[in-house]
């Protein structure tokens, strides 16, 4: 096991998670730069980490089915934090997993990176290319890229 799958909390212990902790840090959002596990004192300030994939899938590549089954766990997890206000979605599959666990069809936004989306309830969906090893070394995603898109839901979100 790697990641959050061997720490407990999510992108700590890989790649993606060195640039999520950092830029939250420099944000003001996390009260340290990096993670190794959830008990390293490390807190968030107005952030909420979750997945919309629960498990550890093959290759790292959710099933369809393995996507809709976790779906329920997000939607309940929305439902029941009404103070959020913006959901920050790292990727294609956490931008439609939102939409849906936000009772909307996938088809009713398109991902694309810094994109925005009204959902239900006054919330914001705000895009971001996954903060991956792949998407940074290819710099499809780069750190600033990244800290503007995080910049900006913290924004709608009142941070």
Known sequence: MHGANRTGRPFTGDHAG?????SLHGLGLASAPTSVDRH????????RITNAVKCLPPENKPLPAE??????????E???LK????VLALGTVAHDATLVASGLRKSAAN???????????GRHLVDSYHCS??????????????????????????L
Do not use: W
């Open 133 to 158: 090893r792949y998407n940074t070394q290819t710099r499809r995603l780069t750190g600033e890229m990244f800290r503007q898109v995080l910049k900006r839901a913290a924004t709608l979100a009142g």
């Open 67 to 76: 996507i809709n089954t976790c779906n329920r766990y997000l939607a309940a």
């Open 40 to 47: 390293d004192g490390l807190a968030l300030r107005g952030v």
């Open 78 to 80: 929305l439902a029941e």
């Open 111 to 121: 991902f694309g990176h810094a994109n925005e989306h009204e959902l239900p309830g």
């Open 18 to 22: 060195i640039l999520l902790y950092e």
């Open 83 to 86: 103070s959020v206000k913006a």
